[in-house]
Each structure stands twice: as C-alpha cells, then as structure tokens.
C-alpha cells in the first residue's frame, strides 16, 4: 500500500512507521472494535473535499454504539482530526481510515479495563476494484457464505469482526476466478457484496436491498438521491439471485469502490455485458459531485 507520513493515535501524531500496538490489543484477538472508511477528492478547483464526513462520523459513533464502546473523543474532535490527517500528510486525494479497538489491558471475553484506542490514517487509494472495472464492468459470483444474521453480527455497524466473514466470501469468489461477492441474507436474498451494496435496474426501475441485514452505506444514500432527482423510479426491496440474474444493469457501491458496474453475476451475462445508461448516469453525477463539479450537492463536500 501507499504509505503516508503520520497517523494521528489517541489525539496526536506518530510516524507511519511507529504506529504499533502491544501484541495482546484486545481487539486484534477478538474482534471488538469499529472502523470507517471515508474518501477526499481533489476537487477542480485544487480544493480537497472530504465526502460526507458528518455522515461517516455519526456512523463511526454508532457502530461504536452498537458494540458499547464509548469514543473517548467528541464527534468535532474527530472531523477536526480527520481533516487534519489528510493534512498533515500533505495529501489532497485519498482514503480516510478511523479506528476505534480496545486496546492491551485484560485478556478473555470480557474486556474489563482495556482503554479504548482511536487511529486515523489516510492513504492514497485508486480504483479499488480496478480502474477497468470501474470504466467496464466486474464478475461478481454468488458467496456460499451467507451475510450475517441479524441476531448475530449486528450489520448496521462496520464492527471488525463481522469482516471475516466478508474476507472468506472474496477469498472464495476470487480463487474461482471473479472480481468480488455477493451474500444472500440468511434468508437468502440477495443483501450486500463483501464491501459494498449492490443494485439493480429492470425496466427503468432501480432496485436496492432495504436496510435489514445490510450496512447502511452512505454511497447507497448518495445514490438514491441521485436518482430520485432524475425521476427514476427507486425501490428498496428484496430481491433474489434469479431476479439479479435477468436485470438490465446492475452496479455497486461503495466508498472505496465508489460506482462499480457489473457486467456478469454467476456467468450469466448482465444486460448486454457493459455499463448501461442508468449505471453511467448516476456513475457521472457521483464523480461529478466529489470532485465539485457538480453544484446540486455541495453540502455533501467538507472542504479542508
Ligand atoms: N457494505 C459493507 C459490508 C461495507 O463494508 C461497505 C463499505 C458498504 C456496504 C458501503 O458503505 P459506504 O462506504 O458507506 O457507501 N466498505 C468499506 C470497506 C473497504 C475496505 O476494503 O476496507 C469502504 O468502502 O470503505
């Protein structure tokens, strides 16, 4: 990976290079701990602007929240050190990664005094599933690890354990030769890709998994809106695989894998193989808009 310059640990900056944690870091053996991932552009005008930052943050608190970790900082405290990240690292462009994990203090299940830790660090990140497959199109293939339970894995949150189960699932996908995975729900409807939601369009009807056993992504958000303005008929609804498998386009999203067409699920050919105009429209408004070019949602930039 690109290396930055410092990571801001506990409310100050370390050397890329020193920020270590003790072996025994609660979180690094069982799982408790929550993370954002958040994206700044440079905008045309040389300006960089971090995308929905109150929105990644208010999400970082809840996912804390939801696993009963109390943030030892206020939510302006971490956009102030977000910002500064990207700053003090001199970068314009790139990927924002907040952490909040239990650190060394007792071991076993029940972590009684384990301070709570909080890292930011920031790095360059292109295309994540490929700048091809941004412009073109990706394989996508059904996981046969299904998506948590909702009793189970709490997937509102970006807790760091429930990412194991998205690791196996792209491992699977990857090692059969596909670019990423699709999880059914436990129900087994379609939910979510390891990282990203999904969506679909059949008809001129665009289509994405409702908010139950899903992340509630705010590049998901960033597009129904998007959509919404240009008249297109939106529906948050359950969909099966057979349903995903005859639609006319379909497309990720994500932050890290901002709009990503897919062009095949499971070697069934989607539509006629590339990026259809619903995909294309919405995929342009979306770069558009991060970069500022787009004025309709510049309350969505947070200029550093
Ligand atoms: N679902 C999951 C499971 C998920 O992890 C993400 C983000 C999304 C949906 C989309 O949410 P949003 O980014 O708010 O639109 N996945 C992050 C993980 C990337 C990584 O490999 O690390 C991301 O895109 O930052």
């Known amino acids: 990976m690109a290396k930055a310059k410092k990571i801001w640990m506990d409310g100050k900056f370390v050397n890329w290079n020193a920020a270590n944690v003790h072996v025994l870091t609660h979180t690094l053996h069982y799982g408790l701990g929550a993370f954002e991932g958040i994206r700044c552009y440079r905008c045309e005008d040389g300006r960089s602007a971090i995308f929905r930052l109150p929105e990644h943050t208010e999400r970082f608190f809840a996912s804390a929240k939801i696993g009963l970790i109390e943030i030892p900082f206020s939510v302006d405290e971490i956009n102030g050190a977000i910002a500064a990240t990207m700053k003090v690292n001199g970068l314009k462009e790139g990927y924002i990664r907040p952490l909040v994990y239990l650190g060394y203090g007792s071991m076993g299940l029940f972590p009684k005094n384990n301070p709570v830790r909080v890292a930011i660090a920031a790095w360059e990140w292109g295309a994540y599933l490929g700048e091809e497959g941004l412009k073109n199109g990706i394989r996508v293939k059904i996981s046969s690890f299904a998506r948590h339970h909702v009793n189970s894995g709490m997937t509102k949150a970006k807790l760091v354990g429930n990412y194991v189960n998205s690791i196996l699932a792209k491992k699977e996908v990857v090692a059969s030769g596909f670019d990423e995975a699709v999880l059914l729900d436990t129900e087994g409807y379609v939910s979510e890709a390891s990282g990203e939601n999904i969506f679909m369009v059949k008809n001129g ?93 510049e309350n969505w930039l947070w200029y550093i």
């Open 205 to 297: 009807v665009l289509k994405t998994t409702p908010l139950t056993s899903i992340l509630n992504g705010i590049t998901r958000d960033s597009v129904l809106k998007i959509a919404g303005d240009r008249g297109v008929e939106v529906k948050e609804e359950r969909f099966t695989r057979d349903e995903l498998y005859t639609a006319d386009e379909a497309f990720f999203s994500g932050t890290a894998a901002e709009i990503t067409p897919i062009r095949e699920v499971d070697l069934r050919t989607i539509g006629r193989g590339r990026p259809g105009p619903v995909t294309k429209e919405i995929q342009k408004v979306f770069f558009d808009t991060v970069k500022g070019k787009n004025k309709d949602y």
